[in-house]
């Protein structure tokens, strides 16, 4: 079993930056991937980046060159930094750690989610 806690959310201008966190506990050997999802009002839930056991990481063609996502292996965290942020980017922002070894780029494959943390950004 693992336990992701998210953090990290919060409103910010448009142009502003935001790092989102997301601790891990349990079964953490287990993991192949962690990603963030968002989810906006009425909109399906989305992968925007990915990083693999491997330290690869892949993004959403959306938020290439915007978002970073890295990782701290002793601290068990995964990490969203999100720069020149845009109205757009508006929506709940979920982590999800998959067991599987797949695209790991859909909801479904992903075995653990942490609770969301809200990102707003105002014009």
């Known amino acids: 079993q693992v336990r992701l806690v998210a953090s990290g959310g919060g409103l910010v201008q448009a142009g502003g930056s935001l790092r989102l966190s997301c601790a891990a506990s349990?079964?953490?050997?287990?993991?192949?991937?962690v990603g963030w999802f968002r989810q906006a009002p009425g909109k399906q839930r989305d992968l925007v980046a990915v990083?693999?056991?491997?330290?690869?990481?892949n993004y959403a063609d959306s938020v290439k060159g915007q978002f970073t996502i890295s990782r701290d292996n002793t601290k068990n965290t995964v990490y969203l930094q999100m720069n020149s942020l845009k109205p757009e980017d508006t929506a709940v922002y979920f982590c999800?750690?998959?067991?599987?070894?797949?695209?790991?780029?859909?909801?479904?494959?992903?075995?653990?989610w942490g609770q969301g943390t809200q990102v707003t950004v105002s014009s």
């Open positions: 990083i693999m056991r491997s330290g690869a990481t």
């Open positions: 349990g079964s953490v050997v287990s993991i192949n991937a």
């Open positions: 999800a750690a998959s067991s599987a070894f797949g695209s790991n780029w859909y909801a479904h494959e992903y075995d653990y």
